[in-house]
């Protein structure tokens, strides 16, 4: 009797003990597993530019826009950083891969201390609306990111591009948001920036030069007329960019052109107070120093500030 006591408080011990430990173990195994942060690979590859505005640091762009993530995500999950969308085309939608093609007006940092030699980056940023790094992370797609070998941008020459990814933080201490970089160089044609710019500036100098081997006081009015046009031409062509805090390599160019404008006028005048003072002297001794001093230092002054372009 004393032995099926024990046997059958044993067995209801089982029946109420074991299945709380099988519902522990199961519980246990059914935890999912930390993940983390969605991968999204995505690519930019430029149809064409157009409408580029050094004035307004704007430009007009068309582009693919290819996404292929686990994560089932679309266009408008993400944001272009520097610019807004006017159109997009989707071409491809299955919940991996999605592919747009996208106008869009974006907007660029011109530089330029160079001008009219400047070089230009025109970026695509491209960002996640809502999500950081904690839950999507940015992976560049090598093989759906270029530019169109007929891509062109008229007066300008494309020099490359690269894609990176970088992080951007809005608030200090916050979860930086993954951030996609597509930087795309270019820089203006040398021929059309020398016939427009260089040309005309160059042939005034020449001309005005050449007016110190005139040993006569009426070369002051041609003189007057050549730094006249370059103040004309300088006001035109500085009207086509904006106004910054820095001087430009033209700026230095016109510089030195009115130095030697100067020179030349300030020769002019003295040869016609001399020649008014009857004083054939003074007036051979201005013309000798004139014409080997003033071009000899305008040449070199022009010759070290294109030397410069090289460091």
């Not at 519902?23 to 059914?30: R, V």
């Not at 597993?33 to 704007?58: K, L």
């Not at 530019?147 to 894609?163: F, H, K, R, V, Y």
Request: a negative charge; zero cysteines; proline letters at 5%.
């Amino acid at each position: 009797m004393a032995f099926r006591n024990i046997l059958l408080i044993f067995i209801v011990f089982a029946i109420l003990i074991v299945p709380v430990f099988a519902s522990n173990s199961l519980n246990t195994s059914a935890e999912p597993a930390e993940t983390g942060p969605a991968i999204v690979h995505i690519g930019v590859y430029v149809v064409d530019f157009s409408d580029f505005s050094v004035q307004q640091g704007t430009y007009s762009t068309n582009f693919y826009l290819n996404i292929d993530s686990d994560a089932n995500v679309s266009i408008n999950d993400f944001e272009l950083m520097n610019g807004h969308v006017t159109s997009i085309d989707t071409i491809t939608n299955t919940p991996q891969e999605k592919n747009y093609r996208i106008f869009a007006v974006m907007t660029a940092n011109p530089d330029l201390r160079l001008f009219p030699f400047d070089k230009h980056t025109l970026p695509i940023l491209i960002e996640p609306k809502i999500y950081t790094e904690k839950d999507m992370v940015f992976v560049i797609d090598e093989n759906n990111t270029g530019i169109d070998s007929e891509a062109n941008l008229p007066g300008w020459a494309i020099t490359g591009m690269d894609a990176l990814v970088t992080n951007k933080t809005y608030v200090a201490g916050e979860t930086p948001y993954s951030r996609a970089v597509f930087n795309y160089g270019i820089e203006r044609d040398v021929e059309s920036t020398i016939l427009k710019f260089f040309l005309p500036i160059s042939l005034i100098v020449i001309v005005s030069l050449a007016s110190l081997l005139m040993k006569v006081s009426s070369r002051l009015g041609l003189n007057g007329s050549m730094f006249l046009a370059a103040v004309l031409i300088h006001w035109r062509i500085a009207d086509d960019i904006p106004l910054v805090a820095y001087a430009t390599f033209l700026d230095f160019f016109m510089i030195i052109t009115y130095a030697t404008l100067v020179m030349v006028l300030v020769s002019g005048i003295l040869i016609l107070k001399f020649t008014e003072d009857k004083n054939p002297h003074r007036v051979a001794q201005v013309n000798y120093w004139s014409i080997r001093i003033i071009p000899t230092l305008s040449l070199s002054l022009y010759v070290l500030l294109f030397l410069s372009l090289l460091v």
